[in-house]
């Protein structure tokens, strides 16, 4: 497909999420008043389902689409917390590498725009300089930063696209496995900052700090002498 194609129809996916009214859709209340129908269309339609869910799941992320934690809930919901994290790992790194392709080969304009409206951007940019395979793992483990925008930083750095995906793919096991695992709790969820605790965060901040101990160590590192 030809560049100038492939960059209209992004925006008019876009645009068709939202005319369909996407964003209620995929609201929390909306998936649990439908559960017990999701449920019987997926014991019915298994492979389908999980098919649909992997693509959809992937081109949410892709196209940096609202609704990323209510989707994992119910991945977790409908496919139980082993099966829901390996479906959202895989579907949010294909969609996370889809993204640092259109990024870096097709809508740097576009991207580099939008990464300048954010204070953070520079910040992540710099860090990359440093260590990116272990900065770039912390960043997936700790969810300190907007996921969109930590797609979007790799792709202007040097960080090759195989060292992008797998910190990718390891990175976001631990967040993925929460969500599946809340997910089978579906219908006690009212509000989705019920969901994280702060024992939680903290255990995915002390997991991102083992990340970062090469990069600190090579910091600390006494400079040699010369004469």
Known sequence: MHKTHLIWILPIAVAIFFLFDGPQLLSLDNIRAHRQMLIDFTERHYLMMLLACGIGYSLSTALSLPGGTVLSLLLGFLFGRWMGTLLIVVSATIGAGAVFWLARYLLADWARGRMQQSTLSQKLLDGFQA???????????????PFWLVNLAPAFTSVAMRTYLVTTFIGIIPGSFIFANLGQSLGGIERLDQLLSWQTLLALSLLGGLALIPVLSKRLQPKPFTD
């Open 131 to 145: 260590d990116a395979f272990n900065y770039l793992l912390f960043l997936r483990l700790v969810p300190l930063f």
